[in-house]
Structure formats: C-alpha cells, structure tokens
C-alpha cells in the first residue's frame, strides 16, 4: 500500500519585476473609461502554461502553486498611467478572469485561450496596454512570453 503525498497550498500573484527584469501583467477588470487600469493584477515575467498554477513534488510531498490577482506589489505600469491596486478579484484565480494585460517587457507576450498554448490567441507586444479581446475576456488559460 502505497501512501499519498501531502499537498501543501501557496498562492503567487507576482514575479520580481524592476527597470531590468520588465514584466507582463494580466488585470482582473477592463480598462476605466480614461484608458487606464486601476485594478488588482498577476504579474509575470515568463511562460505561463496553465493559468490555473503548477504543482511539483518535493521531498515534502506534493506541492500546488495556485495563480491569483492580487494587489500587494503596487506595481504601477510606466507608460500607461495604469496601476495594480485593490480592488474586486484580489484573491480571484487568474485561469478564465482576465479583462485586460500591459507588457512592461521588451519581449512580446501572448495570451492564449487554452492551456499549452493552444486555440485563439492575443499579442502584446512591448509598450501594449489593452483589454482582452471578446474571444479571450475572461477565457485566458495561458500566456507565453515570445
């Protein structure tokens, strides 16, 4: 008989960003009537394969990464006036809840509507600050950096 690993739960909302590491940040809410977001946000600087998380299996036993929007780093969004603040969706998982993305990065970004990186799919490239399109507004499952 073979015995289950624990599972241990950890929520993650934001890589380290600085004016050399730039990042790609998904919004929960679509932009304010004054072009901006103002909104709590996931902010990442690589690929993201499923937007749901990732698990790994470490010596003390299943371990389970879970992506939400969150607000704590009040990263603010240089070229757009747009920042990361709180706001409904704080806590909300990121998989299926995104309005909008800003691409702080110089590499371009690309949301995909199903996990893997698969079916319809919107670029941001560097500098971009817009909402989702209608196919992908609160359908994102994963987001690549190109």
């Known amino acids: 008989m073979s015995a289950t690993p624990a599972s241990a739960v950890t929520t993650y909302s934001s890589d380290e960003c600085s004016s050399s590491t730039r990042c790609f940040v998904l919004f929960y809410n679509s932009r ?6 103002y909104t709590s946000c996931f902010i990442t600087n690589k690929d993201e394969y499923n937007h749901e998380g990732r698990s790994a299996v470490t010596s003390g036993g299943l371990h389970v990464v879970a992506y939400e929007f969150n607000y704590g780093s009040d990263f603010v969004i240089h070229d757009a006036g747009s920042a990361c603040r709180p706001s409904e969706g704080s ?4 998989k299926n809840n ?3 993305g800003a691409n702080e990065d110089s590499a371009s970004h690309r949301v995909y509507y199903n ?3 698969g079916g319809t799919y919107q670029t941001f490239y560097p500098g971009d600050s817009k909402n989702l399109i209608s196919a992908l507004h609160n359908n994102n499952a994963s987001s690549e950096r190109l």
Request: no cysteine; hydrophobic share 40%.
């Open 98 to 100: 995104a309005a909008g």
């Open 115 to 117: 996990s893997g990186y």
């Open 91 to 94: 806590g909300q998982g990121v």
């Open 32 to 37: 304010q009537n004054i072009g901006i977001f």
